[in-house]
């Protein structure tokens, strides 16, 4: 195909992804292909505020569709601004396509200045992305965008960023349509398949754990699931690949007393695409049975940090049905004892935080199945967010995997312009939010049905926490926050405070019906403390 410059190209492109939406900041060095992007009746460009939004937004369009979004930025400070959100991309095996600028190419690493180079972007975009490259002629940018889409979308996903030289974004392109890379599916070993399929077949207090890599076999592992009576744990990001409403399922609990009990008495554990993250196993620090049957797509993830007794390197949706072939129902108390292990963590989870229950509750009445919570890293989200709030779809599971503030706005909004026909809520805190204050402006222009509930404490209430457990100092941790009806106001954002528990529902259940955004104030000086102050899963490594 020949296109007039590289425009039609990456709408072309673009289209057959089936991405609708682009997030991006337009420059001298993205020019033709927003412009391109921005004329396409197919598409829509959503000009936000930053180039880590774009990213965050690309990403949680892709998380809450189930496919790959896609970001433009600019050369030099602009791709330096989205290195943040590509970490995060990278971090969650998400799939993002970054397109960024690049000075016109007979000036690449010349070192004079031309506007925005930077010293060795590619090495910056291949440190944070997992496929990075640059356009070298206008024959070649169909096959990088292939090459690099394809990258994004092979499990373990990622994001792949492709630097286009500005020349080469006008040039005529010519594409052969070559290029588009086919990746072999690994298919586990042989004895240790047949070593796992023995062992559950006579398993009778089996365990699941679920991470990401669960969310494309989800079929796969109800099966599995069913046929066991087995119970379930999951990851953050293994939320919802089984409904959790499903009464085996226990969900992301496998650091609290009655799972860790669960685990001790386990015959077998049957682990499937997770990393088993610090946060999630107390700091690796929770045991395993040592019959650990692993089921990974990534083969570094083998072994990495539990051993894996039988390592099955394949993907989940293949390897699963010929474990569940074999296995056997367990002991009738065991499921029993599942159930009440499911019903006990969140009992005294429910407790333990307080009066942000009934927001919690308020949220989990007022929003439909699959609607997507994207959760900043604030303490309601690390407290019950990430746990008590149900989520019955991976789809409607968007937080930052690696944990980094301020992305949730970006991200809802992302997954909003995703689901335009249904609700999505973003739960923040005042510190997070103020990272990237100025994407209200992107929520007020764009007007997606999105609740943004910002709980203010004034400031960084999960380091102050911490301060509070180990130093009893204070420091870095109290803010300036803004009067959010007034800054609501500036934004054109319609505005409601829960001053306490009893205003949560009322609240909660008209911003969510609204057709458009409202800001949420969680006033917690008046909702008063938690019953079990928050404080990070991490430790002190003195102590
Ligand atoms: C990019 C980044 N910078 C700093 C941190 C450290 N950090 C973790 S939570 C947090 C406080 C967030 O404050 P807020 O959003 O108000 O939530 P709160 O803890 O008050 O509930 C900070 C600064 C981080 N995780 N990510
Ligand atoms: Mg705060």
Not at 195 to 202: D, F, P, S, V
Request: aromatic letters at 4%; hydrophobic letters at 45%; a negative charge.
């Amino acid at each position: 195909m020949r296109y007039d410059h590289g425009g039609g190209l990456l709408t072309a492109h673009l289209k057959s992804l089936g991405v609708d939406t682009v997030f991006g900041i337009v420059s001298v060095h993205n020019l033709p292909l927003v412009e391109a992007v921005e004329a396409d009746p197919e598409l829509r460009f959503v000009p936000v505020r930053h180039e880590a939004s774009a990213v965050n937004a690309a990403d949680a369009h892709g998380r809450a569709r189930g496919s790959i979004g896609c970001a433009l930025t600019s050369t030099g400070t602009g791709a330096g601004n989205a290195a943040g959100s590509l970490i995060e991309a990278l971090a969650s095996g998400t799939s993002v396509l970054h397109i960024t600028g690049q000075v016109e190419s007979a000036y690449l690493g010349s070192g004079r200045g031309f506007i925005h180079e930077t010293k060795d972007q590619l090495g910056m975009l291949a440190a944070v992305s997992k496929y990075a490259a640059t356009v070298t002629s206008a024959r070649d940018a169909g096959r990088v965008l292939r090459e690099a889409s394809a990258a994004a979308l092979t499990a373990p996903g990622g994001p792949a960023s492709v630097e286009w030289p500005i020349d080469l974004q006008y040039a005529v392109q010519e594409d052969d349509g070559q290029g588009a890379p086919a990746f072999e599916v690994p298919v586990p070993d042989a004895s240790a398949l047949a070593g796992a399929r023995e062992l559950l077949a006579t398993a009778r207090r089996p365990l699941i754990w679920a991470g990401g890599g669960a969310n494309t076999a989800r079929d796969q592992l109800l099966a599995l699931l069913e046929t066991t009576g087995a119970g379930l744990l999951t990851s953050n990001s293994g939320r919802g690949a089984v409904p959790e409403d499903h009464d085996q399922v226990i969900g992301n609990f496998a650091t609290t007393p009655a799972a860790r009990a669960l685990l001790a008495d386990a015959d077998v554990v049957v682990t499937v695409g997770t990393h088993f993250r610090s946060n999630e196993t107390a700091d690796y620090g929770i045991r395993l049975p040592e019959a650990h049957i692993q089921i990974d797509v990534d083969a570094a993830a083998l072994g990495r940090v539990y051993p894996a007794s039988h390592a099955l390197h394949g993907d989940a949706g293949a390897v699963l049905p010929r474990l569940t072939e074999v296995a056997v129902r367990a002991d009738g108390g065991w499921t029993e004892r599942v159930r009440r292990a499911r019903e006990e963590v969140r009992a005294v989870l429910h407790d333990g935080i307080g009066p942000q229950a009934a927001v919690c509750d308020a949220l989990a009445a007022a929003l439909p199945r699959g609607a997507v919570v994207a959760r900043d890293v604030t303490i309601p989200s690390s407290a019950w967010g990430n746990r008590l709030l149900p989520i019955h779809d991976p789809r409607a599971n968007v937080f930052p995997r690696g944990g980094g503030i301020g992305q949730g706005l970006g991200m809802g909004i992302g997954a909003a312009l995703a689901r335009p026909d249904e609700p999505t809520v973003v739960i923040a805190g005042d510190g997070g939010l103020a990272v990237h204050l100025g994407e209200l402006l992107t929520l007020a222009q764009e007007r997606p049905r999105l609740t943004l509930v910002v709980f203010n404490d004034g400031g960084y209430g999960v380091l102050r926490n911490m301060q509070a457990t180990y130093t009893e100092r204070r420091s870095g941790v109290d803010l300036f926050t803004p009067d959010f009806a007034q800054l609501a106001a500036a934004c054109s954002l319609p505005y409601a405070r829960i001053g306490d528990a009893s205003q949560a529902a009322k609240v909660i259940d008209a911003a969510v019906a609204s057709d458009g955004p409202t800001l949420v104030e969680v006033d917690l000086a008046t909702l008063g403390p938690m019953k079990n102050p928050f404080t990070p899963p991490v430790k002190i490594p003195t102590r």
